[in-house]
């Protein structure tokens, strides 16, 4: 079945289809590109089924997320590329604006740089201290604040990375 025809699926006819919201909303353009991904068409001897639900290719959140997706403006060939890149989480910009820059904005976007801090450039120029982490500063006299958890109960640093294995 193509992605434009009419479901034969018994769910879809009892159901039907899925409103698209007026207002799109990040979270929408969000929750379609996970749908799109999420409910892709596996291929079976009977003909191509959605990967999630079992149900016949596309299901009704596949076709949600490709109308909600339609309407932000992506194109066909843009809905494939989100499906074939496989990554249900990649960030879609809010508002599309496909093309040319958005106006007001540069070509190139600025080099990022710490707030606070000069460009690299000018680092030991002007009497600013040399890029490091900067240790607290308390009140004279004053104890540091203990950490939530207990007495004697290990505290994990921060996360840097995924511990889990990135799917190939």
């Given at each position: 079945?193509?992605?434009?025809?009419?479901?034969t699926?018994?769910?879809?006819?009892?159901?039907?289809?899925?409103p698209?919201?007026?207002?799109?909303?990040?979270?929408?353009?969000?929750?379609?590109?996970?749908?799109?991904?999420?409910?892709?068409?596996?291929?079976?001897?009977?003909?191509?089924?959605?990967?999630?639900?079992?149900?016949?290719?596309?299901?009704?959140?596949?076709?949600?997320?490709?109308?909600?997706?339609?309407?932000?403006?992506?194109?066909?060939?843009?809905?494939?590329?989100?499906?074939?890149?496989?990554?249900?989480?990649?960030?879609?910009?809010?508002?599309?604006?496909?093309?040319?820059?958005?106006?007001?904005?540069?070509?190139?976007?600025?080099?990022?740089?710490?707030?606070?801090?000069?460009?690299?450039?000018?680092?030991?120029?002007?009497?600013?201290?040399?890029?490091?982490?900067?240790?607290?500063?308390?009140?004279?006299?004053?104890?540091?604040?203990?950490?939530?958890?207990g007495?004697?109960?290990?505290?994990?640093?921060?996360?840097?990375?995924?511990?889990?294995?990135?799917?190939?």
């Open positions: 079945m193509r992605v434009g025809e009419q479901s699926d018994p769910i879809d006819l009892i159901l039907g289809e899925v698209v919201p007026a207002p799109l909303t990040p979270e929408d353009v969000r929750l379609a590109v996970r749908a799109v991904v999420v409910h892709a068409a596996e291929e079976w001897p009977n003909g191509p089924l959605c990967r999630n639900d079992g149900a016949s290719y596309p299901c009704r959140l596949h076709r949600w997320g490709r109308r909600v997706l339609e309407n932000h403006g992506l194109n066909d060939r843009q809905i494939e590329a989100l499906i074939r890149h496989g990554n249900p989480f990649v960030h879609v910009p809010f508002p599309f604006t496909y093309g040319s820059p958005a106006q007001g904005r540069a070509a190139t976007p600025p080099a990022r740089q710490a707030p606070g801090y000069p460009a690299r450039s000018q680092a030991g120029s002007a009497g600013y201290p040399p890029r490091s982490q900067a240790g607290r500063v308390g009140a004279p006299g004053t104890r540091p604040a203990l950490r939530p958890g007495p004697g109960r290990p505290v994990a640093p921060p996360a840097t990375a995924p511990r889990w294995p990135r799917a190939s």
